[in-house]
């Protein structure tokens, strides 16, 4: 047996088996799944570990795992797809559960942020709270701040929070920013004071660098080598700071792209702030960067109007790539990070989603999706999820150009974030002011104070009718409201 696997009979030609398995690599499941027909030789390599192994880590299964993990990675593989295919199912039909989470009592929601899962809420009582949308037990559920106990409702709001795997910040109108640790407790671990109000809040979802920007000061921060918190960087720029984005993957020396009124910025650690884009009069409206490009809207003013496009720069040539778009309303968002390659999703104050094709810089899809302007959009290899001024949150199929479903709310979404089995959503209401303050209710709490709903689509994992796995404090038993989505929220598909 041992020679005729070592001589693998190929056409007219014997092939080492080494050789075999290098040719079969490039050969998809179902053209493995062929030559396993063609006789037990073959068989033997198309089902080779190394070759399922492979084909697991392209299509994004298991990526963490090494190839002694498991001892079958075909059967892995197929469920892998199988749960897949679930997964898409339910987002498709709304089959799932839904949990709305608990708010402050006498408390207005300013700002939501969420990573893997993990929810950061602040509010205009100058609480912050983190809730864990997968597993009940969480060490930070409440982060406390610095502020004197002995003056209740003194605290400022919190202007901005960002989360990533490990950290959690929020900047207060006042100009404080706190940063927490969240593997080791719910007090902050650095604390760092700016003159003015802080403008814009930037976290990596990767290390531990912090941006702010605050009058016409942007400020880089991460710990030092001891672990330390200082200043990595710090740029003047020449006008008030509106979005302001931390680049990925930079490593060791931080990178962020900032726009302040009709100026975009380059910053780079141990370097002064580089103008990346300045056209006199045209306000950039929207920001967005991946690990090696940057997209932001721009406003066309004028005697000469353009329409309002997105440009696309090369951080590392610093030079436009694409000039998208030609539409009549603002681009409000622009989502370039978690968009498919080459392509990339926007939403416009004209009502319309669009997917931008960024090797022919055309619109591949424009959706009239939203009664009034869309405010945050995301997309993947499938579908989108965009939320609108109006508070109503829609689900495309966009390859079949077909809306699956959608969920209203009172206020503006402003947060959208979602895996292929998790769905997080913020509603952020314009004014910040408690209303109904005697009749603290759920009720009252829709309607005036915002609202965070986590969905989860994962039913071999949770059960439709099972509480939403969501940290909880002691004190706040308000129970979660959970439902299968198709009965909770009916709406005829297009």
């Not at 088996?17 to 030559?35: S, T």
């Not at 370039?336 to 989603?353: F, I």
């Amino acid at each position: 047996i041992r020679n005729e696997m070592d001589d693998v009979p190929f056409f007219d030609i014997q092939l080492p088996y080494e050789l075999a398995i290098n040719i079969f690599q490039y050969l998809d499941r179902k053209e493995l799944g062929r030559c396993a027909q063609v006789s037990k030789t073959w068989k033997v390599i198309a089902e080779d570990e190394v070759l399922w192994y492979r084909l697991c880590q392209q299509e994004g299964h298991l990526p963490e795992s090494s190839i002694s993990d498991y001892s079958c990675w075909k059967l892995i593989f197929q469920e892998c797809r199988a749960k897949e295919h679930m997964l898409r199912t339910n987002w498709k039909n709304r089959k799932g559960a839904v949990s709305e989470l608990e708010h402050i009592p006498d408390a207005v929601l300013c700002d939501v942020h969420s990573h893997d899962g993990v929810v950061i809420a602040g509010y205009t009582s100058g609480d912050v709270r983190v809730w864990d949308t997968r597993t009940w037990d969480y060490t930070a559920p409440f982060l406390e701040s610095d502020y004197e106990e002995d003056e209740p409702g003194m605290q400022p709001y919190v202007s901005f929070v960002r989360i990533n795997s490990s950290l959690a910040v929020a900047a207060y109108e006042d100009g404080f920013l706190n940063i927490w640790d969240l593997r080791t407790g719910r007090y902050p671990i650095h604390r760092f004071e700016h003159d003015a109000r802080i403008q814009a809040l930037a976290l990596s979802q990767e290390d531990a660098t912090v941006a702010t920007a605050s009058a016409f000061d942007v400020v880089m921060l991460r710990p030092n080598e001891e672990g330390y918190w200082q200043i990595a960087a710090e740029f003047e720029v020449q006008k008030l700071v509106d979005y302001l984005e931390i680049v990925p993957g930079t490593g060791r020396y931080p990178v962020a792209v900032a726009t302040a009124g009709d100026l975009v910025y380059l910053l780079k650690a141990e370097d002064s702030a580089r103008t990346l884009h300045y056209v006199y009069g045209q306000p950039v409206t929207c920001l967005d960067v991946s690990s090696n490009q940057a997209a932001f809207g721009v406003k066309s003013l004028g005697w000469v109007y353009e329409g309002n496009k997105i440009l696309v720069y090369s951080l590392e040539a610093e030079r436009c790539l694409s000039k998208l778009g030609n539409a009549l309303g603002d681009f409000t968002c622009v989502n370039l990070r978690d968009s498919p390659p080459n392509l990339m999703v926007s939403g416009n104050m004209d009502r319309r989603v669009r997917i931008h094709d960024l090797r022919t810089d055309t619109i591949a899809l424009s959706i009239s999706a939203h009664q009034l302007g869309v405010s945050s959009v995301q997309m993947d290899d499938w579908k989108i999820v965009s939320g609108g001024e109006e508070g109503l949150v829609s689900v495309w199929d966009y390859r079949m150009n077909q809306k699956l479903w959608e969920v209203h709310s009172r206020h503006p979404v402003r947060h959208i974030s979602f895996n292929c089995h998790r769905l997080i959503t913020a509603h952020v209401p314009y004014e910040r002011v408690v209303r109904n303050a005697d009749l603290d209710n759920f009720v009252t709490h829709r309607r005036h104070r915002g609202l965070i709903q986590a969905y989860e689509f994962a039913v071999e994992r949770l059960a439709f009718q099972s509480t939403v796995p969501i940290c909880r404090s002691s004190c706040d038993t308000i129970p979660g409201y959970n439902y299968d989505l198709a009965l909770a929220f009916p709406c005829d598909d297009i």
